[in-house]
């Protein structure tokens, strides 16, 4: 008996449950996929795809990048990082409807470049 409660108590600190900031960061996520999702509407051709093949990556990377930041670091999250990347990436999304013209895609590309 002793075993198991060693055991159960154990599992009991090692899960983790998510934050208030982690299901609006992936919200984030799905409103950006659906922008770029536009760029497939209708009758896309190669550069098309290919915009949205890259455009895709990009997203797709910083989203890994902070999630995980936020795994690695736990507890000592910074929660103005956080949200610096969501507004980045909500920019990002933003600027995805109109990637074709030259000031949505320096918009989508300054979010994007590191640092």
Known sequence: MVDSDVESAEADESERHATWLEPFFDL???AG???L????????GAKDFAYYAVLFCAFWMTWTCFTLYGNVADDRTRTHILLAGMFGRAVMAAAAQ???GSQHMQAFAVVRRPG
């Open 28 to 30: 984030i996520a799905v």
């Open 33 to 35: 996929v659906s922008q």
């Open 37 to 44: 999702a536009h760029l497939l509407h209708g009758e896309p």
């Open 98 to 100: 109109g990637v074709r």
